[in-house]
């Protein structure tokens, strides 16, 4: 239903059954299709925004704007032509379903078209509010700023991950502090979350990012945090590493120089009554342009048997271990006899500056052959300056060795240009249907859902952090879905093998470990969403493991549907995952100790086999420890979790046939 030309005659006008009010000439208010969610949006010297859930403030009158140069200031003193009101309800059926299979894509619009060319789009849905500027002028147009300043309704804490500069990985740790004690020279990646006293919590994201740089948020010294970006980058010279680390001499004065008539990146926030209610949101994907793939049939998610983390560490083999054709043999029949999808050949393969130099020591057509036959598929690592330059070139020789997808690293930037970058590595692997996981990238904005060849990215502080850090955590691990993930899949590449307590956990590059329990570990590939999920430690160790293996040749990387059962962010996270009739249950703790009742009566009637793992009795001291057994459950069990410091839980339950 659409509402036309409201004119400053209309002071009181009830538009969609109470959905949009138009209090005055400047002034509107948007409810979210359930009536939780208000929005009020008015119109005066600034564009501003406001959010309540009921009675709770959450974002104060927040200013908006977009300078464009020879256009002025399009927010600033507007002047209102015509708004639109809609309201919208569909299913979204994801080819790659992070989640859940079916995703209720219900919110109402307001658009408001100004002078000037411009409009601005306000969405509210019941899961958080999003807007969006939209312009239309002939040719291009040059971005100089684009304003956004948030203003919370209190001095509040939030996980702030915290950035250096615009040069990153956005590998961050996330502090919680006050919002206050944000300084207005400290900024930080997205998503960033913001805790209310009453539970509820607030969460910042874009989406549909394309042409355009990313979103950063930068502190005031008070409670309000602002829009930040990256500006065009004019000058730029090779760092300490040449083939990957780069200095930024010298940037423009501007954001983007880009088409006059287009949509810009939306900007979101999420919105959850208690930590459960977050981990469902999907907005980021749902805010994203549809898929551009015509048939995207043939993008196969799945399990990697990974070497990097592991240093390439066999043991109980008969050739000597390393990046060599019988070493990734071995990796192979590793793969296949578990029924992972996938081998990563990292880096090493080839020379990091051509794509088309390979290592003379590696046969990557006697590789791909075996992988072939084996019923494996073979991605290749790349640096992304070689592959931008050579990217034709290199992905149809891909193609002709019989690859199935490439690992992008190292781009560290978020600018206009490199994000441009990103849609066209996702556009040409999709042409040859590769598959695409971005490592050293900025957070996942919606090109997922547009191209779901992307299956996965970093962006994230992963557990190869343990390999010159002590920063990977169980209390890093509980804070991760309720951050980071909220953006989409994260490459966080769990499956330590060798587990250490506080106490124990040493920094051995070469044989690295994780902190916390092996039931820990275990428990990530329950929680932790990626569609190419990796096995990161050495098959070596998991042929010592077969009981280990059971579980991680059954857990699926892609959901039907998610339950929230436990969630407390930064301590402890228990979810139950569908796949087909399967349920797959994972929990962890951070460093205290826990133990909860989980009450199973979301299973349909009849009774199910339970394979379990829990931490073992010694699991305190020897992080390795634990128990694995089955018994029979069914929708009127309450089932005991009992999770060790640093400890996790997983259970897979299959439906008895009679």
Known sequence: MFTKGITRLFMLVYLLGGVVTHIAAESFTLRSPDGTLHAR?????????????????LLAPSTIALELEGQGVLGQRAELLSSQTASHREVLKPLVPRKRSDIVDAYNQLTLQFRKNFRVVFRLYNEG???????????????RREMGEYRFSGDYPLYFPQENSFITHSERSYRYLKLSEIRSDEMSSVPVLVTYPDDYRLAVAESDLRDYPGLYLQGTGGTALRALFPKVITKIRPGRHPDRDEVVEARADYLARTRGTRTFPWRIFMVAQDDAALLQNELVYQLATPCQIEDPSWIRPGKVAWDWWNALNLFNVDFRAGINTATYKYYI???????????????????TTDLLQVNPDINIQEICDYARRKKVGVILWTLWKPLNDQLEEALDQFVRWGVQGIKVDFMQRDDQWMVNYYWRVAHEAAKRHLLVDFHGAYKPAGLRRAYPNVLTREGVKGLEHNKWSEDITPEHDAILPFTRML????????????????????????????????????????????????????????????????????VPTVWDETRVLEARVSNYLILARRRGEQWF????????????????????????SA??????????????????????????????????????WVAVLTPERR
């Open 41 to 57: 949006i008015e119109i005066g010297e600034e564009l501003r925004f406001s959010l309540r859930a009921g009675n709770r403030v």
């Open 333 to 351: 029949d590793f793969a296949a006899r578990y029924g992972l999808e996938y081998v990563i050949l990292d880096e090493g393969w080839s020379k």
């Open 487 to 554: 953006a989409g899949p994260m490459d966080y590449t769990p499956g330590a093998m060798v587990n250490a307590q506080k106490e124990n956990f040493r920094i051995i590059f070469n044989r690295p470990m994780s902190q916390g329990t092996r039931c820990h570990q275990l428990a990530l590939y329950v929680l932790f969403e990626s569609p190419l999920q990796m096995l990161a430690d050495s098959p070596s160790h998991y042929l010592q493991n077969e009981a280990v293996m059971d579980f991680l040749a059954a």
């Open 129 to 143: 509010l999003a807007y969006r500027f939209e312009t239309a002028f002939l040719g291009d147009i040059v971005v």
């Open 611 to 648: 394979l379990i793992y829990q931490d073992g009795l010694n699991a305190d001291r020897y992080a390795s420890d634990y128990r694995k057994y089955r018994t029979t459950v069914n929708r009127q069990t309450k089932m005991a979790v009992k999770m060790a410091t640093g400890g996790g």
């Open 585 to 608: 249950l994972g929990g962890i703790t951070d460093w205290t100790p826990r133990e909860f009742v989980v009450s199973l009566d979301f299973l349909p009637p009849g009774n199910y």
